[in-house]
């Protein structure tokens, strides 16, 4: 018996137009009715049959309606198809809006647990599970993608922010003091061991291996007038009292002030000790050198994120 011939496709065959990116069907429109170009030739240019062009300028007013109605990205959709569940897909979506409109982070099962409430509330008599393969879907007919949040910028009171920006100008103002005379400082902390998460690879390399990331932590302070003329020299702490690197080394010769603690923390007692040995006769000589009205010598505010280690 002879052996049956496989079917091989056939690559003059153009592909299926439910298969275009929408956005490439209203593409192929505009330049039907718009500029007038021939069925053929965009047949020729797109890789799709003639009949498919007629096709779609036929469903022209339904394709506008869709994309006027859905999110942006919904143009990168292949097909106009709509979920069963639209009502309920609806409200889900709009209470999405509501809370990205208002900075709240939303996670997939956050979403699946809000489905399931619109579905129970709207008695919808439809099954329905919240499936991983239905929220997939959802994020896909509604453009929703996932970001990494970035920063804390939301943490802060934008309101307050404003009003004791207010205040403090004004309070400047009544003393008549220059941005040479204010300064700020701020501790944060450097994990100073800890390596880059992402790299630059070849393309033969399928993964990039690493190590587990190291939690050594430094606290480091930095300290500067409002003009960035008078920067103080950089505070850092460690837990050692006297660190093996510095073994040969005198203190006075570092490029910072190192302090110790046990869990290398800031705390009153450092604080004090720095505020009084390091910054007072900074500050002082380098007013010295402004040579500022003797009344308003050494007349200075400090702002610091941590109020606790005022002494």
Known sequence: MAKKEKLKCNPCRP?????????????????????????????????????????LIKQKNEIFKFISCAEVSAKKRKTMKKSSLSDMESALFEWFKQKRIEDIPISGPMVCEKAKWFHEHLKIEETFNASQG?????????????????????????????LFNDE????????????????????????????????????SEKSAPGNKSSKERLTIM???????????????????????SFKGTEMKYLPCDYYHHPKAWMNQVIFSEWFFNVFVPSVQ???????????????????????QNLP
């Open 285 to 307: 000589k380098f007013q010295n050198e402004k040579e500022y009205q003797k009344e308003l010598f050494f007349y200075l505010i400090m702002l610091l994120h941590t109020p």
């Open 15 to 55: 592909p299926d137009y439910r298969m275009t990116p929408i956005e490439k069907k209203v593409l192929i429109i505009n330049r039907v009715v718009d500029h007038g170009e021939s069925v053929q030739k965009l047949a020729n240019e797109f890789g799709v049959g003639q009949q498919t062009v007629r096709d």
């Open 134 to 162: 239905w929220l997939f879907r959802f994020k896909t007919r509604h453009g929703i993608r996932q970001l990494d949040i970035q920063g804390d910028s939301l943490s802060g009171d934008l309101t307050a922010a404003t």
């Open 222 to 244: 930095t300290c500067s007038d409002a003009t960035g003329s008078h920067k103080i020299k950089l505070t850092v702490i460690g837990k050692a009292k006297k660190p093996r």
């Open 168 to 203: 403090f100008n004004s309070f400047l103002s009544k003393l008549n003091l220059s941005p040479d005379q204010v300064y700020n400082a701020d501790e944060s902390g450097l994990f100073w061991k800890m390596l880059p998460s992402k790299t630059l690879a070849a393309q």
